[in-house]
Every structure is written in C-alpha cells, then in structure tokens.
Antibody, heavy 120, light 108 residues
C-alpha cells in the first residue's frame, strides 16, 4: 500500500535552517510528481512546493520562493525540502503528498506530516 | 495571484444536504479538487476534477463547477461528515497550486 512518511521536523530559531524528508513506498516513485503542503496551527492548507517525477520541474509558493528548495532522489524513493532563513510564520505541520498526474492534478495520498516550529 | 473564496462555516442537520462553495475568477475553466480534513488527520481527497469520486468515497459526495463558483454537495449528511473542507486548483498563470481558505462543516 502507498505510504508517505515525513521526518526532520524540529524546533529551530528564526534565521535557521532545516531539511525535511519524505520517504515513499508502495508505488513506483519515479513515475509520480510530489508536493509539499503545510498547515499552520489552527489555519488552512498552504501549498509550498512541487517537483515533477524527473525532478526537472519545480514550483514554489510566493512565501517560500528563494528560501526553500525542493529536491528528490528517485533511487532512494524520497523527496526533500531544504528550508533556509526560517521565520516564525513558517511554523506549521508539513505534509508531503503524491500528485496523481500532471501539476494540476489532485493529491491522492498524503503523509501524516512533520511539525516545524520556528521560535527563539 | 489567484484567490479561492470559501465560506468559513456551513451548518446542516443530519440527513439534509450541505453545499460548500468555492469562488474564483472564471473557476469554471479550471480543474477543481476537494479535500476533507478531520481533526488531527491528514487531508483526504473526496472529489477530483470537479466531479470524480475516488474509490471508497460515498456517492453522497458530488461536485460541480461553472462560471465563478465550484460547489461540493454532500447529500444525506451524517455526523461523520463533520470536518474541514478545502477546494484546490492549479493556476497556470502563476504556476501555483491554490487552496481555498477552508470551510468547517458542522452537523447539528
């Protein structure tokens, strides 16, 4: 069965960096695009970033562009989110999700999320 | 940037029909997906491409999209449908995925 497991969430100081990972299993990972989506405490969903199946196409939300970098390693069935210059408003649960099709398709499987807290 | 507008809350009695709207400029020209999120859980897609339903989602869930409004309809609402619901589109002008602000469905 499809499984997505995020890791790497932690408490970090403003201006610091963190790298999130998402390990996938149960499907042919290299055939699917993936996304990161976050949810601040008590708030709605916010799309963060997208990476195509090959890793050649990447998109970012306005609030993270220039600070976050998405990548993937198809040999390790994993995607990553390198987060730099972290701010308090980056505090959220970060979900990785599989994209079923092109970039405009829906996210058919989600992980359970990893919590990032940015605070001094 | 493209904006999706959802009502913050919708309340409905058990057995009745709930309609949750998602407003956006000419949203009828876009593909719309709907997610259900219960407290402490990850979102689950309930409708994709306006009106398709994943396996395991009851037929009570349906969707439509026209003009400036997409609608998620839940017929015969049950207590277990109480959750937050989010619409989502892809905005090709900005190359962004956009989520609506979410609607909390309360079953009275």
């Amino acid at each position: 069965q499809v499984q997505l497991v995020e890791s790497g969430g932690n408490l970090v100081k403003p201006g610091g960096s963190l790298r999130l990972s998402c390990a996938a299993s149960g499907f042919t990972f290299s055939h699917y695009s993936m996304s990161w989506i976050r949810q601040a405490p008590g708030k709605g969903l916010e799309w963060v970033s997208y990476v195509s199946s090959s890793g050649t196409t990447r998109y970012y939300g306005d609030s993270v562009k220039g600070r976050f970098t998405i990548s993937r390693d198809n040999a390790k069935n994993s995607i990553y989110l390198q987060m730099n210059s972290l701010r308090a408003d980056d505090t959220a649960v970060y979900y990785c999700a599989r994209v079923l099709g092109s970039v405009g398709a829906h996210n058919d499987f989600w992980g359970q999320g990893t919590l990032v807290t940015v605070s001094s | 940037s493209y904006v999706l507008t959802q009502p913050p809350s919708v309340s409905v009695a058990p057995g009745k029909t709930a309609r949750i709207t998602c407003g956006g400029n000419n949203i009828g020209s876009k593909s719309v997906h709907w997610y259900q999120q219960k407290p402490g859980q990850a979102p689950v897609v309930v409708i994709y491409y306006e009106s398709d339903r994943p396996s395991g989602i009851p037929e009570r869930f349906s969707g439509s999209n026209s003009g400036n409004t997409a609608t998620l309809t839940i017929s015969g609402v049950e207590a277990g449908d109480e959750a937050d619901y989010y619409c989502q589109v892809w905005d090709s002008y900005s190359d962004h995925v956009v989520f609506g602000g979410g609607t909390k469905l309360t079953v009275l």
